[in-house]
Nanobody, 115 residues
Framework: QVQLVESGGGLVQPGESLRLSCTAS???????MGWHRQAPGKQRELVAS???????NYADSVKGRFTISRDNVKDTIYLQMNSLKPEDTAVYYC??????????WGEGTLVTVSS
């Protein structure tokens, strides 16, 4: 029922920044949301999450570099990624947890960090 579309991925050099966006087809006001990523040959992992009340959580590998935020008016969440490293290379997926229904995922946006 909830459709998510990610954007903002691309090819950047180490140390540069990207801002990912995820727009939802419905209102996200009461939903917990987050960003996950999957690198080649690895399992999908949590990058950052933001609760419906604005509490945030980050993977240790991105703390201090990434910032997750939400705009409930635009039904959009963001992931500001600074000081990107080659190990950040992955497909990044937007996620929403709908209470009583489960998780919904976007199709992903590719971030490649290479010199």
């Amino acid at each position: 029922q909830v459709q998510l579309v990610e954007s903002g991925g691309g090819l950047v050099q180490p140390g540069e920044s990207l801002r990912l966006s995820c727009t939802a087809s419905s209102r996200i006001l009461i939903y917990d949301m987050g960003w996950h990523r999957q690198a080649p040959g690895k399992q999908r992992e949590l990058v950052a999450s933001i609760s419906r009340v604005g509490n945030t959580n980050y993977a240790d590998s991105v703390k201090g570099r990434f910032t997750i935020s939400r705009d409930n008016v635009k039904d959009t969440i963001y992931l500001q990624m600074n000081s990107l490293k080659p190990e950040d290379t992955a497909v990044y997926y937007c996620n929403v947890n709908v209470a009583g229904r489960g998780n919904y995922w976007g199709e992903g946006t590719l971030v490649t960090v290479s010199s």
